[in-house]
């Protein structure tokens, strides 16, 4: 290997790693747009993580999407989608706080809702969204009258902590997958939409 290009690689390596973590942070989306879409969540276990990622998908793919745990500056978005997953009827405390705080900024973005649920794997019908979404996100919010959905989710033990893998597993509730990407898709375009048209 010639000595230029060694020490070219090392100090862009050694520049790489003193950047500062903002600046680093990895924002997922795969089409450029300037329609300026952004999809809020937040997850346990990954679902609703894959759901958001799968929401912007069905939009072509034009929206960022962010987990509430990064503190994502919105305020260059304008439209907002955000889902969170559900344990006792309501989201994380990060996704609480963070939609209190930002309720100002908030408020003349926020496009739809999505929660993910495991509803003890039965189906989910107008209750859950009048108790997850009504009841909850938009409570929070205090912006209501847009597209919502709330999607079934799915238990991996392996990622819940062990307290809750525990009374999960008292339940004699099995490992179960009910997240469907095509549903995720399908309120993806339904929420494209409503903006397009």
């Known amino acids: 290997m010639k000595k230029r290009t060694f020490v070219k690689g090392l100090l862009l390596s050694a520049g790489a790693l003193l950047l500062p973590k903002k600046a680093r942070a990895l924002e997922y989306y795969p089409n450029k747009s300037d329609k300026k879409w952004a999809v809020l969540y937040a997850t346990w276990c990954g679902s609703t993580r894959d759901a958001g990622v799968w929401i912007s998908e069905g939009m072509d793919g034009i929206a960022n999407v962010f987990d509430v745990r990064e503190n994502p500056d919105l305020s260059k978005y304008d439209h907002i989608v955000i889902g969170g997953a559900i344990r006792s ?4 405390q990060e996704l609480q706080d963070y ?3 930002n309720k100002d900024m908030l ?3 926020i496009r739809g809702y999505f929660a ?4 003890m794997m039965r189906p989910v019908g107008p209750e859950q969204t009048k108790l997850f979404i009504d009841n909850h996100l938009v409570q929070l919010t205090g912006v209501g009258n847009v ?4 999607f079934l989710g799915r238990i991996t033990y392996g990622l819940m902590e062990p307290d809750v ?3 999960m597993e008292g339940f004699k509730m099995p490992e179960y997958d009910n997240l469907k990407r095509s549903e995720c898709m399908e309120f993806g375009k339904e929420l494209l939409k409503t903006v397009s048209s």
């Open 89 to 92: 009827n309501v989201t994380s």
């Open 165 to 167: 893998r525990k009374q």
């Open 147 to 150: 597209p919502s959905k709330v």
């Open 99 to 101: 939609l209190k705080k």
């Open 107 to 109: 408020k003349n973005k």
């Open 116 to 119: 993910v649920c495991g509803n």
